[in-house]
């Protein structure tokens, strides 16, 4: 099993953009609010959480793969 290490300010970015994601699209999926209000913040959080969904990927798995190349090159 292998395991990725990541900072504490990765961590809460990982987990704030997909806790942002997620309210987006229960924004616009509720009738909490105005039709208007609702529609806006929904899409504005979702496009941010849709926007960072790669950065955030790569976080959390990029480190993994560079540790592998490191491993594998000759001479170290």
């Given amino acids: 099993m292998q395991t990725n290490v990541l900072t504490l300010p990765q961590f809460l970015f990982i987990v704030g953009t997909r806790g942002m994601l997620g309210a987006g699209i229960g924004l616009l999926l509720s009738d909490k609010f105005s039709s208007s209000a609702r529609r806006t913040v929904g899409i504005a959080l979702a496009a941010v ?28």
């Fill in 49 to 76: 959480g849709a926007a960072t969904t790669i950065p955030a990927a790569r976080l959390a798995f990029g480190h993994r793969r560079r540790a592998i190349a490191e491993l594998d090159a000759p001479g170290t």
